[in-house]
C-alpha cells in the first residue's frame, strides 16, 4: 500500500526558512517521479518543484526558482523541500505527489498523494 506522509511544515517569518520531508512507502521508487504541489485557500493546486527519483533531474515553478531545493535520500525513501526566503505568497497546503514514469507537472498526471502539511508565512 503505497503511502506518502508529508511533514515539516509550520509557521514562519518573511525571509525564513522551513524543510519539508515526504516519507514514502509502499513501493521501490525507481522509475517515479516525485513532486510538491501547493494549495493556497481559494485556489487551484500549483505545481512547484519535481523530482526524477532515479536519475535526479528537477524541475521548478518559475516563481520559487532559486529559493526552493527538492531532493531525496535513498537510503530512507524519502522527498525534501528545501524552503528559503519564503515570502506571504508561498502560504499554503504543500502536498507531496507521485506518479511512475516522465517528470509533468500537472497535478491530474499524479495519482499517488499525501495528506499536506500548511506552511504559513507571516510578513
Known amino acids: 500500500q503505497v503511502q506518502l506522509v508529508e511533514a515539516g511544515g509550520g509557521l514562519v517569518q518573511a525571509g525564513g526558512s522551513l524543510r519539508l520531508s515526504c516519507a514514502a512507502s509502499g513501493r521501490a521508487w525507481s522509475g517515479y517521479t516525485m513532486a510538491w504541489f501547493r494549495q493556497a485557500p481559494g485556489e487551484e493546486r500549483e505545481f512547484v518543484a519535481a523530482l526524477r527519483w532515479t536519475a535526479g533531474s528537477t524541475e521548478y515553478a518559475n516563481s520559487v526558482k532559486g529559493r526552493f531545493t527538492i531532493s531525496r535520500d535513498n537510503a530512507k525513501n524519502t522527498v525534501y523541500l528545501e524552503m528559503n526566503s519564503l515570502k506571504a505568497e508561498d502560504t499554503a497546503v504543500y502536498y507531496c505527489?507521485?506518479?511512475?514514469?516522465?517528470?509533468?507537472?500537472?497535478?491530474?498526471?499524479?495519482?499517488?498523494w499525501g495528506q499536506g502539511t500548511q506552511v504559513t508565512v507571516s510578513s
Open positions: 505527489a507521485a506518479r511512475q514514469g516522465a517528470l509533468l507537472l500537472r497535478q491530474y498526471n499524479y495519482n499517488y
